[in-house]
T-cell receptor, first 115, second 113 residues
Framework: DVKVTQSSRYLVKRTGEKVFLECVQD?????MFWYRQDPGLGLRLIYF???????EKGDIPEGYSVSREKKERFSLILESASTNQTSMYLC??????????????FGPGTRLLVL | AQSVTQLGSHVSVSEGALVLLRCNYS??????LFWYVQYPNQGLQLLLK??????LVKGINGFEAEFKKSETSFHLTKPSAHMSDAAEYFC???????????FGTGTSLTVIP
């Protein structure tokens, strides 16, 4: 079974802090994704990565950056956390083979509260 | 461009009743369609997916969905609701050329005993 893990389930940070959210997958997937989930808005894509050191902006990248130094690890960085970044953050991965799109596998999520 | 609309952010059914969660999509290319379920404080889990072939797709936990191209719909059904079905359900669309999934805003299902 594919396993996607996220470093924290719950996190409380203060405004202005630098925040790191870590995601690790164990299936050698090329593609990894970071979403945020807010009530009534569903899942919105922040960034995705299709290979090591490669990244693409999603729909709402402002205020975020990412890092992918190793294939299995994809980090989301909030350079200076703000209260409007309080949300549930979900990481996902899938393999990058061309053709029929493969399933995205999700981690359990990190619920971030910024005070 | 691709997008997904889920009609009804909250649906309540009685235990044993039919579950129907609606999903309509827009896509300029042949779509690939997915339903995910999210239990409280958990990530998303794949219920079922349509890529090609048979338009009626069966998934886990007794759920199924039918791809109707003429109606641009992919509604999720289950003949008899169980208390354990209470969760949030997300419909998503992708294409064979894109890396991205586009998710609907979700439908919260409540099952009344």
């Amino acid at each position: 079974d594919v396993k996607v893990t996220q470093s924290s389930r719950y996190l409380v940070k203060r405004t202005g802090e630098k925040v790191f959210l870590e995601c690790v997958q164990d299936m050698d997937h090329e593609n990894m994704f970071w979403y945020r989930q807010d009530p009534g808005l569903g899942l919105r894509l922040i960034y995705f990565s299709y290979d090591v050191k490669m990244k693409e902006k999603g729909d709402i990248p402002e205020g975020y950056s990412v890092s992918r130094e190793k294939k299995e690890r994809f980090s989301l960085i909030l350079e200076s956390a703000s209260t409007n970044q309080t949300s549930m953050y979900l990481c996902a991965s899938r393999d990058g083979l061309a053709g029929v799109p493969k399933t995205q596998y999700f981690g359990p999520g990190t619920r971030l509260l910024v005070l | 461009a691709q997008s997904v609309t889920q009609l009804g952010s909250h649906v309540s059914v009685s235990e044993g009743a039919l579950v129907l969660l609606r999903c309509n999509y827009s896509s300029s290319v042949p779509p690939y369609l997915f339903w995910y379920v999210q239990y409280p404080n958990q990530g998303l889990q794949l219920l079922l997916k349509y890529t090609t072939g048979a338009t009626l797709v069966k998934g886990i936990n007794g759920f199924e969905a039918e791809f109707k191209k003429s109606e641009t719909s992919f509604h999720l059904t289950k003949p008899s609701a169980h208390m354990s079905d209470a969760a949030e359900y997300f419909c998503a669309v992708s294409s064979n050329t894109g890396n991205q999934f586009y998710f609907g805003t979700g439908t919260s299902l409540t099952v009344i005993p």
